[in-house]
């Protein structure tokens, strides 16, 4: 489907959620890397909060704090140990509204 | 931490772990449950549909308390292709019933009710408490769980893990596979918040009635998808949700799929002027049959999404979840009252519950869909919405045209997209249907 027009950035979108951040201990780490895999360059786009995003120098970085801890980079990159996955401490990360 | 040994734990507080630790506090077992979230609910995502049967059989008189939305009157199933869409469209005052069928919740504030019903039995609840460890004995057995609070392990006869299709637990411990990308969709929803009056004359409804759009066509881009729109009370939930091994591939972003789904000009009327408070994504187990792992075993079960009991071709999860929780709970009693142990071999009678029960005979019928879908996604999603859509605009378009050429080129279009794969594809759907 082709329509082209304004879309809203996910960071906007984010805004709206209520988090509580766990400051300096992201539940998900990339591994270092010098060329990112391709489940890993994926997930740049497919990442439902825009977390991940490639670096100039081409690696994928990663900002955890708007994680919606839906689960979908863990499926496609924790197996080949690209990243390490875990839960936010009980009662950190994403906190539904209404879910 | 806690000393006191527990007849079970039950792991996370949504639709299958509330279900499984009423069903046991109400018949006096000791029941402690552990969610990782703030409240039960705070990690939970749904539609969300609630059936109104497989609760009833856990909580009778639920509709008295429980925070439900609107009672579904009206279910409509879209084709859409990009400027249109062609519709089946079931509506009925019988729905008006005094013991509804169906009704539109929010989780965050069902989850809560629910977990407290299983308090009032005399469940205890540990909020904001993660399970990461599961604790065996000398011989393999689970014996309880570690968490991430400070102190040591509590002791339990049996776990009831029912931490939802992202669930750590179950797969660090090896007791189920780690869902694959092709066995998972991922759905993004938004909440999109609008005067009750407004909801209830955009879709024709009146008091508490509310409706449902299902909806699948060229809006997931050639992915095996659907896009949803549920009314609420005061607002509507409106997502999308694809494949994560066809995401994978065609690497879309989720988020501007959605857009572009509620930017059509069939939707985009029905949510004009909303306000959006919250966007949130999550996994769907659509594996159906073939994936679902062993759910039992020496001293556990598994429940819910955490064991793939989701019925994608319905979509239906959380009555299947909450069935499961409320027989793997009768099964933990009955055993419990035999003064027998929580061995595998006795914890089997969970799974001859659900083999006996809809939800293993459900997943059983459509074991070949979730296969169809995935390799047939660009005919089923794209080729044939197009084609549809095409007839019906030829059918209804005035244009002086004689009837008998419009006929031709219907059956042109049809024969020239799939040619003798239209009766492959027939007999296919048929097949998995059966």
Redesign the interface.
């Known amino acids: 489907?082709?329509?082209e027009?304004e879309?809203?950035k996910?960071e906007e979108?984010?805004f709206?959620?209520r988090y509580?951040v766990d400051s300096g201990q992201p539940h998900i780490l990339v591994a270092p890397h010098e060329k990112p895999s391709k489940?890993l360059l994926?997930m740049t786009?497919?990442c439902?909060?825009?977390c991940y995003s490639q670096a100039e120098s081409g690696q994928v970085e990663l900002t955890a704090d708007g994680c919606?801890?839906?689960?979908?980079c863990?499926?496609?990159c924790?197996?080949s140990g690209d990243i390490t996955?875990?839960?936010p401490?009980?009662?950190y990360?994403?906190?539904?509204?209404?879910? | 931490m806690i000393d006191e040994k527990f007849d079970a734990i039950v792991i996370g507080a949504g639709m299958a772990g509330n279900a499984a630790a009423y069903t046991m506090a109400s018949r006096g077992l000791k029941v402690l449950q552990l969610e990782r979230g703030e409240y039960p609910g705070s990690k939970n995502v749904q539609g969300g549909i609630l059936y109104a049967d497989m609760l009833e059989k856990i909580v009778p008189d639920f509709r008295e308390e429980a925070p439900l939305e609107r009672r579904l009157i009206e279910q409509r199933f879209w084709f859409m292709t990009d400027k249109a869409h062609t519709g089946m469209h079931y509506r009925s005052d019988e729905f008006n019933e005094e013991r509804p069928n169906r009704y539109t919740i929010i989780r965050s504030q069902f989850d809560r009710w629910f977990a407290r019903q299983a308090q009032s039995k005399g469940a205890i609840l540990l909020c904001e408490t993660t399970a990461i460890e599961l604790i065996r004995d000398a011989y393999g057995k689970v014996v309880g769980v570690r968490t991430d609070r400070s102190g040591g392990p509590i002791h339990a006869d049996v776990v009831v893990l029912a931490e939802g299709v992202n669930g750590l637990l179950g797969t660090r411990s090896e007791l189920r596979p780690r869902p694959s990308a092709a066995h998972v969709a991922l759905a993004v929803k938004e909440m999109h918040f609008l005067p009750p009056e407004v909801i209830e004359a955009r879709f024709n409804l009146k008091g508490d009635e509310g409706a449902v759009i299902e909806a699948a066509g060229t809006i997931s881009e050639g992915m095996a998808g659907m896009g949803f729109i549920y009314t609420n009370k005061e607002s509507i939930s409106i997502g999308i949700g694809c494949l994560v091994s066809d995401f994978a591939e065609s690497e879309t972003s989720p988020a501007k799929l959605l857009d572009i789904f509620k930017k059509h000009p069939s939707v985009a009327p029905l949510i004009a002027g909303s306000e959006v408070k919250e966007y949130a994504a999550h996994l769907i187990p659509e594996g159906g049959y073939k994936a679902v792992p062993q759910l039992f075993g020496d001293g556990w079960v598994i429940c819910g999404d955490a064991g793939q009991l989701n019925n994608a071709i319905h979509r239906e999860g959380s009555n299947l979840a909450m069935t499961s929780g409320r027989l793997a709970g009768e099964a933990i009693f009955q055993i419990k009252s035999r003064r027998d142990a929580m061995t595998k071999a006795n914890l089997s009678l969970y799974k001859k519950f659900l083999d006996e029960s809809f939800v293993l005979k459900d997943l059983k019928k459509y074991k070949d869909m979730p296969e169809l879908l995935h390799t047939q996604a660009q005919n089923l999603f794209l080729t044939y919405p197009q084609l549809v859509s095409k007839a019906m605009e030829n059918f209804l378009r005035v244009d002086g045209k004689p009837k008998i050429e419009k006929e031709k080129d219907t059956f042109r279009n049809f024969r020239k997209a799939r040619g003798f794969g239209l009766i492959g594809d027939a007999f296919r759907i048929a097949r998995a249907w059966r």
């Open positions: 489907m082709s329509i027009g879309f809203q996910v979108k984010l709206q959620n509580l489940n994926a786009h497919l439902p909060a825009g919606l801890e839906c689960g979908t863990r499926v496609l924790e197996e996955w875990n839960y401490r009980g009662g990360g994403i906190l539904f509204k209404f879910g």
